[in-house]
């Protein structure tokens, strides 16, 4: 069982829950005093559990009180009908701005902030299974809560089908029709159709049972001698594979400041079935070790900074590297920004990022090599974000095993 030890994530899951904040701020964005329809309600049927978000109404949905009805409403409509789906009949409507703005001027940032409290209670009272954000602006609202960064550019969402545990709902991003129509190009066109297709072709939740809590599979363990005998009973055990990190207090092993400040193994067949996470001293190195040398095929992120932080503690090569999540990132979709494991791990997981809290201690100051890790984290916080990243791994790289037909290596 995890250790009870006071700390950010202990007892905790991955899942966060949606943001709390439920008042708009309509006052402070004043659209509207200025448009026809003011703050206008959604629309639509919602009769197969499907959410449009849009940008924000323009002049023609302002004038009539209905969205998606103008030029880009209507491109949109007649692709959703060769799919056999009624906007009107089988969806519900809404904007990421829910007043016309000026001109049709594009959202701005605080506009969308203040606006997006309407979007989460709509969200809150319909339940949709399935949220198709429309475009850049519906895409920072619907993912922004949820991701808890900056979306970034549009390119690096349009087409994922993220099955997010904070909302329970699939989130599937694509292009605004209004991009597809000023561009005209018909590979754009393409994918949006296919997009839209696997969008609603969702019949239900992508967690219909219980929400994952894969923070409660980590055993933070303290004592490196228990750590050993479990790593040591994964060595000898038919484990099938593990999932492994390091947490350092440098990028690099180059210098003699260098060190591994703790490390997580996770294992299993078609999932991680145990973790554990430690720190690094003691009898776990060796055991670590033995288990870096055994013929137990091997995951990770970026394999290449385990493979060198191991050459450096113990003079030899990890033996039998299975697969690298960030190179398999590449095969599977070569767009730019999508190969860390927290981004495949939210798009393909749904999972929320799980490193806020001791990102700071991760990340060098000025021209520093040195991070904080050593001198200000605590160390069970540090073990659990640790082991969550092998558990993250783990299942990322089952997944795009899965979408590249590949057998499992570990049952060959």
């Not at 033996?319 to 190179?327: E, Q």
Request: with cysteine; glycine share 8%; proline share 8%.
């Amino acid at each position: 069982m995890p250790s009870k030890v006071r700390g950010f994530f202990a007892g905790s899951q991955i899942t966060q829950p949606p943001p709390t904040r439920t008042i708009p701020s309509c006052g402070g964005c004043g659209l509207h005093k200025k448009c026809q329809s003011p703050k206008m309600p959604i629309t639509g049927d919602g009769r197969r559990g499907v959410l449009f978000v849009a940008e924000a109404p323009g002049e023609e949905e302002d004038e009539k009180g209905i969205q998606l009805i103008g030029k880009s409403g209507k491109y949109l409509r007649r692709v959703l009908q060769s799919l056999d789906f009624d906007l009107d009949e089988d969806a519900w409507k809404t904007n990421a701005l829910i007043c016309h703005p000026p001109d049709g001027r594009k959202p701005t940032g605080d506009e969308i902030r203040a606006c997006r409290p309407n979007l989460d209670q709509a969200i809150q009272e319909l339940k949709p299974h399935t949220i198709i954000p429309l475009g850049q602006s519906a895409v920072s609202a619907v993912i922004s809560p949820v991701w808890q960064e900056d979306v970034g550019p549009m390119a690096q969402w349009a087409g994922w089908q993220i099955p997010s545990q904070a909302l329970n709902a699939w989130i599937c991003p694509t292009w605004h029709p209004a991009h597809l129509l000023r561009e005209d190009n018909p590979v754009l066109d393409r994918q949006f159709e296919a997009h839209l297709q696997n969008a609603i072709a969702h019949e239900g939740c992508p967690w219909p049972e219980n929400l994952p809590r894969w923070a409660d599979i980590v055993r933070r363990e303290l004592d490196t001698n228990v750590a050993a005998a479990w790593l040591r009973k994964a060595t000898t055990a038919k484990t099938g594979a593990i999932a492994w990190d390091y947490e350092t207090n440098m990028l690099k092993p180059d210098g003699l400041d260098a060190q591994i400040v703790s490390c997580s193994v996770a294992w299993g067949r078609k999932e991680p079935e145990r973790c554990i996470a430690f720190p690094w001293h003691g009898e776990a190195i060796k055991a670590m070790g033995e288990l870096l040398q055994s013929s137990i095929p091997k995951i990770a992120s970026n394999l290449k900074f385990e493979e060198r932080w191991t050459l450096k503690e113990f003079g030899f090569q990890v033996k039998r590297w299975a697969w690298d999540t960030m190179v398999a990132a590449h095969v599977c979709d070569n767009r730019p920004g999508i190969t860390s494991v927290k981004f495949q791990g939210f798009v393909r997981l749904g999972v929320p990022l799980w490193n806020k809290r001791v990102e700071p201690f991760l990340t060098t100051k000025g021209n520093q090599k040195i991070n904080q890790i050593l001198r200000e984290i605590d160390m069970m916080d540090l073990l659990q974000y640790n082991g969550l990243d092998s558990i993250v791994e783990f299942r990322v790289a089952v997944d795009q095993m899965k979408e590249l037909n590949y057998e499992l290596p570990w049952n060959m």
